[in-house]
Structure formats: C-alpha cells, structure tokens
C-alpha cells in the first residue's frame, strides 16, 4: 500500500521554542557583589580618608583639679576614584536581520552576547587587581599565606587558618572579616575535608547526611558571604584552539567589606558606579541605534566604574592552598 514519504509531509524548519548557547547566569559572577557599589554623581571626585594609628591610640589621661584635659587629634588626607568608561557593540546588518528566521531575535541575542563580554572582562579586572598576589597585607605576616599543609591533604587545618588570619585582621583594623571567596577547585576540597565536616558530623545522621554548603561553612569561619564564582572564560583568540580554565584559581581571599557604605566608615574596597552615564546605579547603559553607512542597526552596552582598594589591611589572600 502506498503511503506518502517522511519528506513529503514534513518540511525541516527550525524549532520556535528552543535554540543552543553558552550563556553564564549572573550568579556565576561576583565582581560587582564583594565590594559594594557606590553610585556617584561625577565620573571622578576626591573622598576624605582618616589616618586609622591616630584612632587606634589612646590619649585620655587622668585630669587633676583646676587643670586643663589632655589634647589628642587626628590627621585627614585624601584620595580620589575614576570611573573608567568601558564599551563594546554589536552590529545587525539589514540583510541578516531580513533574512532571519524565528525564535531568532537578533537584538535580543545581541544584547545578551556583549552583555556577557561585559561581565567576564569586569570580573578579570576584579580577580587581576584583587585576587592575586602582594594585594592584601592583613595576615599575619602582611603578605600573602600559603599554608604548609594544603588545604586538600588530610592534615591540613583550613578552619583553623582561616580564623588565625581573621584575628589577625580584625587586631589590626577592629572589624573582622565578614566575606569568604575561593574558587571551585578551593571549594570542592573545603566541603569535603576532615576538618570541616568533624565539625557537623554530630549534626548527621541516615536520612540527613553530613552536607556542607556555603551558608554552612560561612557559619563555621564565621563570615557573612561565602562566594564561589562559577564563572569560566575562553583565554584563547578569535579561531585559536579554545581553552577554558575558571578566573579564581586555586586561590581564597578573606575580607572585610562594609555592608553600608557611609561617612566614617573602611572596606576593603569599592565599586564607585557612575550614575551620570546610564541614569541608574550600576552606570550601565545599553543603546540602540542605526548605523547608516552600513545599513545596520548598532547594539552597545557602556558601563562605568572604579573597582577600588581601600583599605589593604582588611584582606588576607590565600595562594595555592590546594595542589
């Protein structure tokens, strides 16, 4: 019995209600989430910074009668942001978007594609200035730690690391760190090791095994925000063989960020965002607009801001602490 053939009552088109990318969510990010963002009226200005020994010391005497009581003062110096502006398009040709089949929308891909260039190329600024060696002074030995028993060997002590280089930054400045980063490969020997997990084990049992997650491990160091940033980067050029390595390494870094920015007040560091550029407080802006000469519609996204160290005694990094 004759039956009509698959290609003749099917024609291949493409599907409306999926299409294939390498998309990274925003939480694989952190770059605009450990220090706080600042917004700023003014792409640059001046802050006033109070020198911490002359608030540190102690003056007060005892006053006998008819004396007068003991002076003591402080010194003031300044210091000064610049948002630097940073931009990247894309353009959409008149006969691409013509000829463009659904689901495809070509502005909406656009803007999605150089907004991830966008967050990669912040968060590679964040780790080169932030996460790496001879940036934070607050341990011990105002350097960076490398412990001598790794952090993925059984008689390595990362709790007890961790906390020994808290107090030590907490002597220094008086706050105590409230903020943990480290990258997957740190993360994956911290939730599994003995030290961590002797520590809930009685916390266990059957049905609840002994898990360690981050709001629980930031409970045991005692820290606000545990980040682990997923986010993973193509280091090789355009049509070079690709290679894909995470941005943090095998690195951690303790710090202490201030949860409100105000008058009086030291953090590690800020992000001073300018609000002039996109009318809001990120200084984002992304527009759209033609492009004549080539007949093609433009797609841009501009940010602006200063990822800004602040006070380098209210951080300790952590170098290769796993093999």
């Known amino acids: 019995m004759s039956q009509p053939r698959r290609t003749q009552v099917h024609v291949d088109g493409p599907l409306t209600n999926i299409s294939i990318a390498y998309n990274q969510g925003a939480e694989n990010f ?7 963002i600042l917004p700023v009226p003014k792409q640059s200005d001046v ?3 109070y020198d911490r020994t002359d608030f ?14 003991a002076g003591s003062g402080y010194n003031m110096s300044t210091d000064n942001y610049f948002a630097e502006v940073y931009a990247l398009h894309k353009d959409i040709d008149d006969q691409l978007r013509g000829n463009a089949d659904s689901p495809i929308d070509l502005d ?6 150089i907004t991830l260039d966008m967050m990669l190329d912040r968060e590679q600024k964040w780790v080169d200035a932030f996460f790496a060696t ?37 002597e220094k400045t008086g706050k105590r760190p409230n903020t943990f980063v480290c990258g997957p490969e740190v993360w994956k020997e911290l939730k599994e090791h003995p030290d961590t997990l002797d520590r809930i084990k009685f916390g266990s049992n059957a049905g609840s095994p002994a898990i ?39 690195n951690a870094a303790l710090l202490y ?19 002039g550029l996109g009318n809001n407080n990120f200084g984002t802006a992304v527009s759209k607009f033609r492009m004549e000469p080539l007949k093609s519609d433009r797609i841009e996204i501009e940010n602006a801001y200063d990822q800004k160290q602040i006070a380098a005694d209210m951080g300790v990094f952590f170098s290769a602490v796993v093999s």
């Open 30 to 36: 952190i770059a605009d989430k450990v220090f706080p």
């Open 47 to 49: 802050f006033f910074t």
């Open 56 to 69: 540190f010391r102690i003056d007060t005497q005892k006053r006998g009668p008819g004396t007068e009581s």
């Open 108 to 113: 909406r891909d656009a803007t999605e594609f």
């Open 134 to 170: 001879s940036t934070w002074t607050g341990s011990l030995t105002a350097g960076d730690i490398t412990p001598g028993d790794l952090w993925d060997t059984v008689a390595g002590t990362p709790l007890d690391d961790i906390a020994e280089q808290a107090d030590s930054v907490a």
């Open 257 to 275: 960020v201030e949860p409100q920015p105000g008058i009086l007040k030291a953090s590690a560091g800020y992000t001073f965002s300018w609000t």
């Open 212 to 250: 360690v997650n981050k709001n629980l491990f930031a409970q045991l160091i005692e820290v606000d925000n545990v980040f682990v940033p997923q986010a993973t980067r193509n280091t090789a050029g355009e049509g070079e063989t690709a290679s894909y390595d995470f941005f943090y390494g095998k």
